[in-house]
């Protein structure tokens, strides 16, 4: 029963890490050109599907492409003067088409560039917002992407909302206020006057288009792409699936929907008390792919002499935990917290962020929130971990006389399970329980590993010494002297492997130190299996995020303090004293029983048996001693 465990033990590490490098580990990128922010680069203009009623088809057409700058250039701009934002919105169309995110860079380097999230139609990679109104009636002149928009004031900031005016001169007036709060979020009032002389039928949209396929991860376990949240259930379409299915649509009451990247969400959140249509798109225009997310209202009438006004909002920038749980509260958008990808675990993975946010506050680092989570999740389970490592303990004493066994029944594979079952059951010990440590750590490492993954609280976030960010592998290899020689480490492709910083170091050591202290395998085979994978857990941690090999070592120090401790209390011999003294429990001058087998009623000794016990040792050839 020793042997399966181990067995299953070394089962349980190796599915843990073919499971991470088969559903975690990217695929090689494809070749593409990228821009600030991870937009790529395409070959030509934009031009976005206005949401259409039944029997409409009209586009907004196609633009040259040109420089980010030069795009910007070609139209009157209102400035967003925001804490978390800086950009502008288009007068020529109305659309928030300029966003660059305050505060988060696309490197370490506090000189490297800003994230770029929105750029407007005509740049290489154009990505924006649109509100408006769509009709079937194509006599009544509506406001387009062409139509200049006039402004009652040259910027708008948190507290001084400005309004965007446009007249189709023919009795229609249209306005957008719009509002920033200081984070990420504008609301947008739309409303049109109707002094037509006549009633106008008009349906209010929102839309978020992008062009051209953003350079994605690749990782299974992290949505980037389309995704909305319909009828309180979440829907996740990845840029190749809606590249084949072309358009999926939702009819529902409340929720949002969006473009999410990793750390970055553009969405729209309609009013929660509506009813809409929500519709996922793609299309190929000139060879280049054309994403766009929308939602449709009823159509309204207006009579005329009256008016008609819908709010919407747009969500654009970074995806803080934190601050969509607070837009979720405050406007009561539907599961707004999924636009964050906390996996299957998400029971586990948002609590322990929250955990790990907590004690950063107080901590002032995530790193030693690591360190405290740890210490905090070991308490938790040390009553299970406290049996298993006592468990263990017994097993390690018990190791002299398992050997016996299995000297004396080592042929009879029945006879030898049956004696080891009645050892155990004599001395009260659980095979298995050795097990129990690793089971436990498996959802707490999987949930740690997304929460390092997945939240932007943990991107570029310091520890002390040479690691300047937690959710990137350690930076330090052999290659460079382990940080002290001035080069980075260079990139070897598939010999990567080779590069191993120094805390995957550190936990190889704590994991070959606390192997050392469970019973250890009778059979040589087995023990150079688990000799090896110390090594082989050093290699395939040495690329994983360093926050989670700093946990997983951290965990490794405390596990040998407890299982050293136990040790001691339970009279285990540790380290060199366990190798001084092999055979405890057992004289070495003390004859061993002498097997017996039952045949027939009578009881027989085996002769191997026999004649180890009756072999009497030499006396020096019979000779008597005189005396001196």
């Not at 955990?355 to 070991?378: E, P, R």
Request: charged letters at 20%; hydrophobic letters at 40%.
């Amino acid at each position: 029963m020793d042997q399966r465990n181990l067995i299953l033990a070394i089962v349980l590490s190796v599915t843990i890490l073919l499971t991470f490098q088969f559903f975690f580990a990217p695929p090689p990128p494809d070749p593409v050109t990228q821009t600030a922010g991870g937009q790529t680069t395409s070959g030509a203009g934009d031009g976005a599907d206005v949401p259409q009623l039944p029997g409409d088809s009209a586009t907004t057409p196609a633009t040259a492409n040109r420089s980010r700058e030069e795009a910007l250039a070609e139209s009157p701009r209102l400035k967003i003067e925001s804490p978390s934002l800086e950009g502008s919105i288009s007068l020529l169309g109305g659309r928030i088409d300029d966003l660059t995110l305050k505060g988060y860079r696309e490197t370490i380097d506090p000189n490297s560039p800003l994230i770029t999230l929105l750029s407007p139609p005509g740049s290489p990679a154009p990505y924006y917002a649109d509100f408006g109104w769509t009709t079937t009636d194509r006599s009544i002149k509506l406001p387009g992407p062409d139509s200049l928009w006039a402004a009652d004031s040259d910027s708008i900031s948190p507290g001084h909302p400005v309004t965007l005016s446009w007249d189709n001169g023919e009795g229609l007036v249209f306005e957008r206020v719009m509002e920033v709060d200081p984070d990420y979020l504008f609301t947008v009032t739309q409303r049109v006057a109707n002094n037509s002389g006549a009633a106008v039928t008009l349906s209010p949209y929102g839309l978020v288009s992008r062009t051209g396929t953003p350079e994605t991860l690749g990782y299974y376990i992290l949505h980037e792409g389309l995704l909305g949240v319909f009828d309180g259930t979440l829907k996740e379409i990845k840029y190749d699936n809606l590249q084949e299915d072309g358009e999926e649509s939702f009819e529902t009451t409340g929720g949002w929907l969006g473009i999410t990247d990793k750390y970055w969400l553009t969405a729209l959140v309609p009013d929660q008390e509506k009813s809409f249509k929500a519709r996922f798109m793609h299309r190929l225009k000139d060879g280049i792919d054309k994403y766009q997310t929308d939602y449709l209202y009823e159509a309204v009438t207006i009579a005329d002499g009256a008016s008609e006004s819908t709010t919407g909002r747009l969500f654009s920038g970074a995806k803080r935990a934190i601050l969509l749980s607070d837009y979720e509260e405050l406007y009561n958008i539907e599961r707004f917290d999924l636009a964050i990808d906390w996996g299957w675990f998400y029971f586990l993975t948002k609590p322990l962020f929250y955990l790990l946010h907590w004690l950063a506050q107080l901590s002032g680092n995530f790193g030693i929130a690591i360190l405290m989570t740890t210490v905090l999740v070991k308490l938790c389970f040390f009553p299970l971990a406290n049996k298993s490592y006592v468990s263990m303990a017994r097993m390690r004493k018990l190791q002299p006389k398992m050997m016996e066994l299995r000297e004396r029944f080592g042929e009879d594979k029945q006879r030898l399970n049956q004696e080891m079952m009645s050892l155990y059951k004599k001395e009260k010990v659980n095979p298995l329980s050795g097990c129990l440590p690793l089971v436990v750590q498996i959802p707490v490492f999987f949930s740690l590993y997304k929460v390092l993954f997945v939240s932007i609280e943990m991107r570029q976030a310091p520890f002390y010494g040479w690691i300047h960010d937690l959710s990137a592998p350690d930076p330090t290899s052999i290659l460079n002297g382990f940080g002290l020689l001035p080069w980075s480490v260079p990139e070897l492709g598939a010999l990567s492997v080779i590069s191993i910083g120094v805390w995957p170091l550190l936990m190889g050591l704590t994991m070959f130190a606390q192997q050392r202290l469970n019973p250890q395998p009778p059979d040589p085979i087995q023990a150079k299996i688990f000799l090896f994978m110390p090594i082989m857990f050093t290699f395939l941690l040495a690329h994983f995020p360093a926050g989670l090999v700093i946990y997983w070592t951290w965990n490794n120090a405390l596990s040998i303090l407890q299982q050293a401790l136990i040790m001691h209390r339970a009279g285990v011999p540790i380290g060199r004293a366990a190798a001084a003294k092999p055979n405890v429990g057992t004289p070495a001058n003390e004859p061993k029983e002498v097997a017996t087998v039952e045949t027939d009623g009578d009881t027989k000794t085996s002769k191997a048996e026999a004649a180890k016990t009756t072999k009497k040792p030499k006396t020096g050839g019979g000779r008597k001693r005189g005396k001196a």
